[in-house]
């Protein structure tokens, strides 16, 4: 299974493995709080990509485009958590931005659980 979080949600113990997947450790966090298994920053958007969302939050369908553009090339990164899935059974995608519905592991669970990077 592979699941979101916001990094601001308390940990569980039904997140499983814990992977943050931004590329900026969140604000008001230690790492103590965090309870983090792995941060995977290369899978984050670009800093170029995150700061034009950021400025452009209404572009959501543009903002998806660029970034399965960016992480196309990160196929490794994809198939090392699907491998920790199957490993570990659960696993949770940490992300700190506001938005629940449009954000980078909205667009990461979709593309992980399809299958379709490989």
């Known amino acids: 299974m592979i699941q ?40 984050a958007p670009s800093t170029e990509l995150r700061k034009w969302f950021h400025q452009n939050p209404d572009e959501w369908e543009t903002f998806r485009k660029k970034f399965l553009a960016e992480i196309k090339n990160k196929k490794e990164l994809l198939v090392q958590i699907k491998n920790l899935e199957k490993e570990k059974g659960t696993v949770t995608l940490v992300y700190s931005y506001k938005d629940t519905i449009r954000n980078n592991a909205v667009i990461l669970q979709k593309l992980i659980l399809s299958d379709k990077y490989n």
């Open 4 to 43: 979101i979080k916001r990094a601001y949600e308390k940990p569980s113990k039904t997140d499983g493995y814990r992977i943050l997947i931004d590329r900026l450790w969140p604000r008001g966090i230690t790492k103590a709080e965090a309870k983090f298994d792995l941060w995977l920053k290369d899978i």
